[in-house]
């Protein structure tokens, strides 16, 4: 036994003598002296014992080091990570993805799309646009037409705008926040949601939830964390690997240190088990599994800068139902600018936005007083239509009055339009409007039981003649709540021959479908109305004159009897 021993000895030696051998990446060879010096070496390192990190250190976000003199803690590799990150605090990136996707209680074959985009950045403000995703098939031919989407926030406000794929007119839908934390908030989700890169950016599907934590913020905060005693090959870069558990699930992160110690590869799983928090809520009893993944990354040095430009990103989860949905993506960035001059390039202006472009207000809300009671919810569109008109004279503030458009001031370019089907709708003005179209619209909100309103709707009358000659036709609508029936037999008592409405009809439809209601909830009810109504129009005080262009853009509000005719001179020479 020991000569076959000595045999395999001697024929493992020979061997090695006289076999050359390469190293991984080069061309130098060893010859058998060298490889067995490298050997010993190698069998000497090796019998020294590797100090074991405690439980204190994995909690504290630290780990001892190896007997590698250099091996960094978890806290060294997250503090080079975020230094290379805010390196990359203003760019704009134009990107490709590649889609392949499938809900299985929707479908069993999975859909194949593209979108491609823009991403324009600068630390505060950030704006994406792009078309996608647009269906195709295996062979990549498009089947439908995908729709065109501009996200973003200017640091002032955050809206979106969308249209169809196939349509010529979209929707702009404007989002109002007096919070700035909240505008900030929001604003991520353009990164955390809506971007299909975000996982190299360093936001993970299942983390987003609109508070714009990156993983270094998320890992600085785990339950516990550590460093691999041992590096791992990612590709042909040797990296660190990070294992952390937190209350949004547990992280295997390899960074690379060669490309700036950026992130090579990523795994996060998160389960009902831990009771992982999932977009913010408990995943307990929701699902079964939320995973995310990023894996082949290729970096380019831009800029004396390492920057990931390729990856393939895996997201899956599987619900109770039994359902399992996944989205795997090969992301590519076309073009990386960084530091780019972004007032120059007017990067977070909307001039994408086709003019007469619907827009939707979304959360601007009238402030109710904590003590009201009863009464129906209004919002601004309840009484007004919106515009986007960027050569407008006078646009809409946050609250929906009028503010003459400022160059010099960033001002969404949003203008307020009388709704004449819903006037009819609410305040039911007698007789038709069916001359409205075409008209100037002069609207009168006025109290029955005060003087000076009764005043101003007789000059009214007198003049009614002599504005119909210059295109202008009057409205009215009694603002004080006063009923129906009395309002009618006045202006019938009057001659007014203009239609003549009442916010007391909405009073009645709501009525309508509140019959139980006694006498004094009524009477609550119909003052917090009036006083929701005068808000949503805008109404400062009464009597209130309001004037349109012929498009029944709001052109002027709040002025006086005696200015009427300049108003109207000025709205129309800004038709001209």
């Excluded at 190896?66 to 990570?81: I, M, V, W």
Aim: aromatic share 10%; glycine share 6%; hydrophobic share 35%.
């Amino acid at each position: 036994m020991r000569s076959a021993k000595k045999i395999i000895l001697i024929v493992m030696f020979f061997s090695a003598a006289v076999g050359p051998v390469c190293w991984s990446r080069t061309d130098h060879t060893l010859s058998g002296r060298e490889l067995l010096r490298v050997r010993r070496e190698i069998n000497r390192r090796s019998e020294r014992p590797a100090p074991q990190s405690t439980r204190a250190d994995r909690t504290t976000g630290t780990s001892r080091r190896t007997g590698h003199r250099n091996h960094p803690t978890a806290k060294d590799l997250l503090d080079k990570y975020a230094q290379t990150q805010d390196k990359l605090q203003s760019f704009i990136i134009k990107s490709r993805a590649s889609v392949e996707s499938m809900i299985s209680s929707r479908s069993r074959k999975p859909d194949r799309s593209i979108t491609e985009s823009e991403f324009r950045f600068d630390g505060e403000r950030m704006c994406l646009r792009g078309v996608g995703p647009t269906l195709i098939t295996a062979t990549g031919r498009p089947i439908a037409e995908g729709a065109y989407s501009n996200y973003t926030c200017d640091g002032s406000n955050y809206y979106r705008f969308v249209r169809k794929g196939g349509y010529k007119r979209g929707v702009v839908r404007v989002y109002y926040y007096k919070d700035p934390q909240r505008l900030r908030e929001r604003a991520s989700d353009i990164i955390d949601i809506l971007y299909t890169g975000c996982e190299v950016m360093g936001y993970f599907y299942g983390d987003n939830w609109g508070d714009g934590k990156r993983v270094d913020s998320v890992l600085r905060k785990a339950k516990s964390i550590s460093v691999r005693d041992r590096t791992e090959f990612v590709g042909r870069s040797q990296c660190y690997v990070i294992d952390a558990v937190s209350k949004r699930g547990r992280y295997t992160i390899w960074i690379d240190p060669e490309h700036g110690y950026n992130i090579a590869k990523a795994e996060v799983v998160r389960g009902p088990r831990e009771n992982d928090l999932v977009w913010g809520e408990f995943y307990k009893g929701r699902g079964k599994l939320c995973y995310a993944s990023v894996q082949n990354v290729r970096f380019k040095r831009i800029g004396g800068v390492w920057v990931p430009v390729e990856a393939y990103i895996e997201r899956r989860s599987e619900m109770t139902s039994g359902s399992v949905n996944y989205r795997n993506v090969h992301y590519k960035r076309t073009e990386v600018i960084l530091n780019p001059d972004h007032e120059a390039l007017k990067s977070f202006v909307p001039d994408d936005i086709p003019p007469g472009t619907e827009v939707k207000l979304v959360e601007w809300l009238v402030e109710y007083p904590p003590d009201r009671d009863g009464g129906p919810d209004l919002e601004f569109e309840d009484a007004w239509e919106f515009r986007w008109q960027p050569k407008a004279k006078f646009l809409v503030d946050d609250s929906c009055r009028l503010v003459r458009n400022d160059t010099n001031k960033h001002m969404l370019p949003i203008v307020k339009v009388l709704g004449v089907e819903n006037l009819v709708e609410d305040f039911q003005p007698e007789p038709s409007l069916s001359k409205a179209e075409g008209n100037h619209i002069v609207l009168c909100f006025w109290d029955m039981r005060q003087e000076q309103s009764q005043l101003l709707l007789l000059t009214l009358r007198n003049r009614q003649q002599a504005l119909a000659q210059k295109g202008v036709l009057l409205i009215s609508v009694e603002a004080s709540g006063a009923q129906t029936d009395e309002i009618r037999s006045w202006a019938r008592k009057n001659e007014l021959t203009f239609p003549v409405g009442a916010f007391y009809g909405r009073f009645e439809r709501f009525l309508s479908a509140h019959r139980d209601l006694n006498d004094n909830k009524k009477k609550l009810i119909l003052s917090n109305l009036v006083t929701d109504l005068q808000t949503v129009w805008t109404i400062e005080k009464l009597p209130w004159l309001m004037l349109t262009d012929p498009e029944h853009v709001v052109t002027a509000e709040g002025f006086g009897l005696e200015e009427l005719d300049e108003k109207i001179k000025e709205t129309t020479d800004a038709e001209r």
